[in-house]
């Protein structure tokens, strides 16, 4: 059981390229979402999925796209980076209804120049 | 709007004192849940507890303890007896009902534990 798998783990972009951050779970939870970490600002939500085929936005979605065309996967899209979005990405599952417990990836890296 | 504060940004102790870790919140819902995860240096979250508006009762894991009061919406984490290993960084978190999936985090608090 695997849990929720993000890759890469640590990856350099030039601002304006594009890249694609991959999430995949194997619990079949119906929830995840992307949440962005900075130094002193805790975690703060970029998009969220109820379930295949519905996403929503979270605190600070510019810049970024989601879609979820399968329960499994929720890739996070970066359309043309910035220096500003330089920052470590979780991502994480959860079941519907009670929130019992979110599971969370390891994490991303990501470093725009 | 549902917010977390950890007022605490660093926090240092010595091996074996005990340590509290405080998480005020704020949220409009009657149903919420609150958790707190670790995040050792190597990054990774690690989920430690949830806690559901209705149960007030405190908490105990080990040399973990949490302190839930919901006269002043505040959720607290004790360390007794710290250890070098409890160093990392701490996160408060929120989650109202009525917001689904979306967790609503503090800033953290860094824990160091000094041998």
């Known amino acids: 059981n695997a849990g929720v798998t993000q890759t890469p783990k640590f990856q350099v972009l030039k601002t304006g390229q594009s890249m694609t951050l991959q999430c995949a779970q194997d619990m079949n939870h119906e929830y995840m979402s992307w949440y962005r970490q900075d130094p002193g600002m805790g975690l703060r939500l970029i998009h969220y999925s109820v379930g295949a085929g519905i996403t929503d936005q979270g605190e600070v979605p510019n810049g970024y796209n989601v879609s979820r065309s399968t329960t499994e996967d929720f890739p996070l899209r970066l359309l043309s980076a910035a220096p500003s979005q330089t920052s470590v990405y979780f991502c994480?599952?959860?079941?519907?209804?009670?929130?019992?417990?979110?599971?969370f990836g390891s994490g991303t890296r990501l470093t725009v120049v | 709007a549902q917010k977390v504060t950890q007022a605490q940004t660093e926090i240092s102790v010595v091996e074996k004192e005990d340590v509290t870790l405080d998480c005020v919140y704020e949220t409009r819902d009657t149903t919420y849940y609150l958790f707190w995860y670790k995040q050792p240096p190597s990054g990774e979250l690690v989920f430690l507890i949830r806690r559901n508006s209705f149960d007030e009762q405190n908490e105990i894991s080990g040399r973990y303890s949490w302190n839930f009061q919901k006269s002043t919406s505040s959720f607290n984490f004790t360390i007794t007896a710290s250890q070098v290993v409890d160093s990392a960084v701490y996160f408060c978190?929120?989650?109202?009902?009525?917001?689904?999936?979306?967790?609503?985090f503090g800033e953290g608090t860094q824990l160091t534990v000094n041998p």
């Open positions: 978190a929120l989650s109202e009902e009525t917001s689904g999936s979306r967790l609503t």
């Open positions: 994480a599952s959860s079941t519907g209804g009670q929130p019992y417990g979110y599971t």
